[in-house]
């Protein structure tokens, strides 16, 4: 059974800093492309962030700068670290694997930025 399991998100201020994590089971993470997504309310699900399998990245022009996605094998793990929070990034952020033939999303995890 594949799983993607969310953590780090919370509330905080409009400057700070969160890193959130994604652990994989199920899946021989190493092959899969892993990306980030956010889907604020009444809007659209986006991509944030994405990192393939040879660990190329690639960001939204809304987060270049702020974010970076990397990601750990050995923990099938991905993590984005978000620097310079802005109330316009508070959304449900979710974790995607990728193999073309195949995806896989996790349960999401909710970041709110708000003084």
């Known amino acids: 059974q594949v799983q993607l399991v969310e953590s780090g998100g919370g509330l905080v201020q409009p400057g700070g800093s969160l890193r959130l994590s994604c652990a994989a089971t199920?899946?021989?993470?190493?092959?899969?492309?892993m990306g980030w997504y956010r889907q604020a309310p009444g809007k659209q699900r986006e991509l944030v962030a994405a990192i393939t399998s040879g660990g190329s990245t690639n960001y939204a022009d809304f987060v270049k700068g702020r974010f970076t996605i990397s990601r750990d094998n050995a923990k099938n793990t991905v993590y984005l670290q978000m620097n310079w929070l802005k109330p316009e990034d508070t959304a449900v952020y979710y974790c995607?694997?990728?193999?073309?033939?195949?995806?896989?999303w996790g349960q999401g995890t909710q970041v709110t930025v708000s003084s």
């Open positions: 995607n694997a990728d193999l073309g033939s195949r995806q896989y």
């Open positions: 199920g899946i021989i993470f190493r092959r899969y492309a």
